[in-house]
């Protein structure tokens, strides 16, 4: 299977979030048995696309004060 950097993307928002269901670009969902799976197919994606990767993926949030 060919990956593209959307793939990455979407593992990296899946693993931030604790999810083990990821939904590519294609429309595909698709629920791995752990994280650790995951965390193995975000290494293997990066590895196929050329990225060096930090240890962890890193997510931007926002807070809202009133």
């Known amino acids: 299977m060919s990956f593209q950097q ?3 993307t ?6 931030a979030l604790g999810a083990n269901e990821v939904r590519y670009a294609d ?3 698709v629920r791995y048995r752990t994280l650790a799976d995951l965390w ?5 994606v990066a590895a196929e696309l050329g ?8 997510v931007m949030l926002a807070e809202q004060r009133r």
């Open 51 to 58: 990225v060096t990767l930090d240890s962890a993926p890193r």
């Open 40 to 44: 193995a197919l975000r290494r293997r």
């Open 27 to 29: 429309g595909r969902l």
């Open 10 to 15: 979407a593992i990296d928002q899946a693993l």
């Open 6 to 8: 959307s793939d990455l």
